[in-house]
Every structure is written in structure tokens, then in C-alpha cells.
């Protein structure tokens, strides 16, 4: 059975584009957990949930879409930003990573980066978490869950300065080496 690929990283650094696009060139599934997320507490968006719903009862809905979503084998799975943050899903990943069961890559980009992907044309809705707006909390979040991401992960890979194309051939050729 194929390993199991998440793909986690800060809002902006591109896990659902890149996600669909491995999901496509490996014949895989793709499941983007903030969709499973919002859905499930019955919004179209993880904005209008997260908004309606409050920071914790979202993460606890994500907790449990992210256990649901594990149950499907072999799957590519873009985690929320902020997975690794809702109850028992860091030490659910640890496991599942520890017994081979899921490969986790960190999509690393800098605040920098991540800030002008929010700002650009056509960037999805995107609720703040920590400030008055997604831009100027980047750098908190950044800080908050770097070292979080870098655990967790078993690779990681930098994305600043390099172009969707690039970014997705970068993903591909990285799971060939988990396959």
C-alpha cells in the first residue's frame, strides 16, 4: 500500500495547489482538509466556519477530519495551517509518521513570501487568527509553528523564489523517493 502524504506548511504556501497537482501526477486521491473541515461544520469555506464557529471548535472539527481522512489509505492530504495545533493532531501525525504509515513534508516559505501570496489577485478569503488581518499576523504565526512544522516533518522543502511548476516538480520528485 502506498505511503500517505501531507503536505503542511503556513496559509499561502501553497498545499492545496500543490496537493492536487501531486494527487493528479501520481493517480492519487487529494483530500484538502480545510474543505473536509468546513464542510463538515457546514460552511463552504474554512473562513466562514472558523469566523461562525470560533478558533477552537474549528480546531476540533479539524482534529477529527484529520483522523477521518488518515483512514484513507494512500491518499495526498493538505493539511489547515494550523493542524498540527488542534488536539492530538501533532501527536496522531508522530505516529503514523513513526510507523511509516504517512510521509510529512513541510512546505517551507518565508513570512516574506507567504505574505505576497495572500496579498495577490485571486488569493482565497482567509480569516485572521492572531491579528487584525492574515498579512500582519504572518510572521506570528510563523514563529508559533516553525518549530512545530520542522518537527513533525520528515522533509522539508523551501519554497521562496521558486515558481508553481518548479514547486510541483520539487514535490513530485521528493515523493518518488517515499514511494
Do not use: C, N
Not at 496537493?19 to 466562514?48: H, K, N, S, V, Y
Not at 479539524?62 to 495526498?76: H, K, M, S, T
Not at 501527536?91 to 510521509?103: H, I, K, M, N
Not at 488569493?123 to 500582519?136: F, H, I, K, Q, Y
Amino acid at each position: 500500500m502506498p505511503t500517505t502524504i501531507v503536505l503542511m506548511g503556513l496559509r499561502g504556501s501553497g498545499k492545496s495547489t500543490l496537493g492536487r497537482g501531486l494527487a493528479d501526477a501520481l493517480g492519487r486521491a487529494f483530500i484538502d482538509l480545510d474543505d473536509r473541515t468546513a464542510a463538515a461544520l457546514g460552511f463552504q469555506t474554512p473562513g466562514e466556519a472558523l469566523r461562525t464557529h470560533g478558533e477552537a471548535a474549528f480546531r476540533k472539527a479539524e482534529a477529527d477530519a484529520l483522523q477521518a481522512a488518515l483512514r484513507e489509505p494512500g491518499i495526498v492530504l493538505a493539511l489547515g495551517g494550523g493542524t498540527p495545533t488542534a488536539p492530538g493532531a501533532a501527536d496522531l501525525l508522530r505516529e503514523l509518521a513513526g510507523d511509516g504509515s504517512v510521509a510529512v513534508l513541510y512546505l517551507h516559505a518565508s513570512p516574506q513570501t507567504l505574505a505576497e501570496r495572500l496579498i495577490a489577485p485571486g488569493a482565497p478569503d482567509r480569516p485572521a487568527l492572531v491579528e487584525d488581518d492574515p498579512v500582519s499576523e504572518i510572521t506570528t504565526l510563523y514563529e508559533q509553528r516553525d518549530p512545530l512544522y520542522r518537527e513533525l516533518a520528515g522533509s522539508v522543502l523551501h519554497l521562496d523564489g521558486v515558481g508553481e511548476d518548479a514547486a510541483l516538480a520539487m514535490v513530485t520528485a521528493w515523493s518518488r523517493g517515499i514511494e
